[in-house]
């Protein structure tokens, strides 16, 4: 499952602002990728875009044969069904339960039968971690099982691409990162083309298998996410460091004075902090999009920060990689595996009650 999502070329303005401009990327299909960008830079309007509800200037977006901005209405629509959307705010009816709002779209959408709208309800819900909490009203659940209604529902119709809009929005840390092995998990198990947008450094340095940053109108760079978290670019390496020094400032853009000032002043971008391990999914098992560590880094001749891709218990990747593999396939159907202390760090089993 997942398909290739080719935009090439993509421009959006409203009125006489230009929102970005010649943006062209590649959604490799049943990857996870992620989107990145100062506030205001378009990642909503780009997302929108991607799906459909907003129309942009020029260019193009391929899903398979089909160039979604010439579409016909009746082709948009069929098209459409191929997307599974979490917008930021989850987007739930307030007046319907947790299990009314995640069949919702079966029964708009589908001639099911109440039975089948109930075993894929109870599918999605269970993939979700929300079993239990169907009687709910979304007033009555915390932030994050909001969230994670909202993925579920995103998921009844089975999507090959899935948009994501800032996941984390309103979570706390603890919350963000059991929502982030939920992705993870999710990415595992269905395999659709993934799109987060994320302000949340940590996600977008351990999520994804690409990243992409938005920044004055343009997509600066898109790509691996060892070739973003080891650029030397000042734009990608501020933003992923999350620093103040470089050429982002708190309206958008640094003036060439203040850059003068900062250089002046001896500030240089510091050293690129390590690569950390990608979070896995929580079984142990190796998605279908998922890169082997330091694969690219060695593909194209660079040497990642020193302490990359080692994990709190002092485990290389790099090196621990090939016998995970085969232990993985030595214990096929063994969540985990047979490799001693997997899955690699960070991986948590989806709680109940975020
Ligand atoms: N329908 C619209 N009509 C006019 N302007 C719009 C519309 N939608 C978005 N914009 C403008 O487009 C710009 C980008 O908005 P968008 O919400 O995509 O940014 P963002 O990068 O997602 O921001 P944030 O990170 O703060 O959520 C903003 O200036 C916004 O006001």
Redesign the pocket.
Request: no cysteine; glycine share 16%; proline share 4%.
């Given at each position: 499952m997942g398909v290739e999502i080719r935009v090439e070329g993509l421009t959006?303005s409203?009125?006489r602002?230009t929102?970005w401009q010649d943006v062209s990327l590649t959604l490799p299909a049943g990857e996870i990728s992620v989107l990145l960008?100062?506030?205001?830079?378009?990642?909503?309007?780009?997302?929108?875009s991607l799906v459909g509800l907003?129309k942009p200037d020029r260019g193009h977006i391929w899903v398979g044969d089909r160039d979604l901005p010439r579409l016909p209405e009746a082709q948009l629509y069929e098209t459409r069904k191929l997307f599974g959307v979490l917008f930021?705010d989850g987007a739930l009816f307030g007046s319907m339960n947790i299990y009314d709002n995640v069949a919702f779209p079966l029964r708009e959408h589908t001639k099911k039968t109440e039975s089948e709208i109930r075993n894929i309800v109870m599918e999605k819900l269970e993939l979700v971690g929300l079993i239990g909490a169907e009687k709910k009203l979304p007033g009555e659940i915390s932030g994050g099982m909001k969230k994670r209604a909202g993925l579920a529902r995103a998921l009844v119709l089975n999507p090959e691409i899935l948009l994501v809009?800032?996941p984390d929005?309103g979570l706390d840390p603890v919350r963000t990162s059991y929502l982030n092995q939920t992705i993870v998990d999710l990415n595992a198990e269905i395999g659709a083309t993934f799109l987060i947008?994320t302000?949340d450094i940590n996600t977008a340095r351990t999520v994804p298998d690409n990243i992409g940053l938005?920044f004055r109108r343009e997509l600066v760079m898109f790509g691996p996410r060892e070739m973003l978290l080891s650029s030397e670019e000042p734009v990608v390496r501020q933003f992923l460091n999350a620093r103040k020094i470089g050429p982002i400032g708190m309206s958008e853009e640094k003036d060439v004075s203040e850059l003068e000032a900062e250089a002046k002043q001896g500030h240089d971008p510091g050293k690129l902090p390590p690569i950390p391990p990608q979070l896995m999914p929580s079984d142990g098992r190796i998605r279908a999009g998922q890169h082997p560590p330091g694969a690219w880094c060695a593909a194209h001749g660079v040497t990642p920060p020193p302490g990359s891709f080692i994990d709190d218990l002092g485990r290389n990747w790099v090196e621990e990689w090939p016998r995970y593999v085969a232990s993985m396939s030595t214990a096929a159907g063994a969540p985990g595996g047979q490799f001693p202390g997997n899955p690699p760090p960070g991986q948590q089993g989806a709680g109940a009650g975020y």
């Open positions: 959006k409203f009125g602002q929102i960008g100062p506030s205001g830079t378009g990642k909503s309007v780009f997302l929108k907003l930021q809009d800032e929005s947008v302000h938005l």
